[in-house]
């Protein structure tokens, strides 16, 4: 198995994501990431080794989840929003008839069972294969313009549009993407004084005859102890508070294309390139709306729990 995307590659999530009851924190069948979210590629591995599990980080979500490559599509690949996901709940909105026949009424209520984007070369149409349950073991496409979400006893109304926009200008803060480092590294280790002095003199020297990404790459590829040599010293994107704290100053005093001098941790010396430097910015509110959402029902749910548990006290 060759994996289609490596790290820090951008991907675009095509299904919603829930916990299967391994994610910390959260609780089985929580919806962790919402399809259409984009990510990082952190890591990549493999489940019964007849899968290859991606791990992403969703910037928007601040989540990292394991993802299948069938879940997982090119940030350049189209891509259509849809209302409904796999195993979504829906009703018709008008009856549907083939060849005079009446087969699904208005109100038949069925299950997603695929989402087709694109299905009459139309690429801002959705359609659906759908199980409706008056007609078992037959499959219809509808077109999304066709179907209804189904309502739910005791269930609020949806999370609108407008909440989400207010909520986003009401908290200009908790949607700043904050300052980054994209960085590559040489690690060399050392057993004693006099052998660290040896590897402060050989790092300079590596510094000195370094002249591009290319050059350092593979110096990586040839001088570093850390596993991201076959990375050609590729740490990846990097935030305040993820490096070690020796190493933090240092990167984030460094400009586009800049290595620094031997700087010491607690796994060895390290010489560090500054790839690029990502300005803080601020995730707009089409990145965000998935995360806004996702939170708004979070606590609507935690407010109606509340509720529950103060009435059956009160009886």
Not at 268 to 284: I, M
Request: aromatic share 6%.
């Amino acid at each position: 198995m060759r994996p289609r995307w490596q790290i820090d590659d951008e991907v675009r999530l095509i299904r919603d994501v829930r916990d299967d009851g391994t994610f910390p924190g959260a609780s089985r069948g929580e919806l962790l990431v919402r399809r259409g979210s984009v990510g990082t590629i952190r890591d990549i591995g493999s489940f019964l080794q007849d899968q290859i599990i991606y791990s992403v980080h969703f910037l928007a979500e601040n989540r990292v989840v394991g993802c299948r490559e069938e879940e997982l599509i090119d940030m350049a690949e189209a891509w259509t929003p849809s209302r409904f996901a796999f195993r979504d709940k829906v009703r018709s909105r008008a009856g549907m008839a083939v060849q005079g026949e009446l087969l699904v009424r208005a109100g038949d209520t069925g299950e997603i069972l695929k989402v087709l984007r694109d299905p009459s070369g139309d690429p801002d149409e959705v359609a659906y294969h759908v199980h409706f349950d008056t007609r078992p073991g037959r499959i219809f496409q509808v077109p999304e313009r066709m179907l209804d979400a189904m309502p739910q006893a005791g269930r609020e109304p949806e999370i609108s549009e407008e909440d989400a926009e207010r909520y986003y200008r009401q908290h200009p803060r908790a949607f700043t993407r904050p300052e980054a480092r994209r960085l590559r590294h040489i690690l060399v280790t050392y057993d004693d004084a006099a052998q660290k002095e040896r590897v402060t003199a050989q790092l300079e020297a590596l510094r000195a005859r370094i002249g591009s990404v290319e050059d350092f790459a593979a110096a990586a590829l040839e001088y570093s102890q850390c596993p991201t040599a076959m990375r050609e010293g590729l740490i990846g994107t990097v935030r305040r508070g993820q490096l070690f704290p020796e190493l933090e100053a240092p990167a984030f005093a460094l400009a586009e294309g800049e290595i620094s001098l031997p700087r010491e941790s607690p796994v060895g010396l390290h010489l560090l390139y500054c790839e690029a430097v990502l300005p803080e910015t601020t995730v707009s509110f089409e990145e965000a709306r998935a995360r806004i959402i996702a939170h708004l029902a979070g606590k609507r749910g935690m407010r109606g729990q509340a509720a529950g548990i103060g009435k059956r006290m009160g009886e």
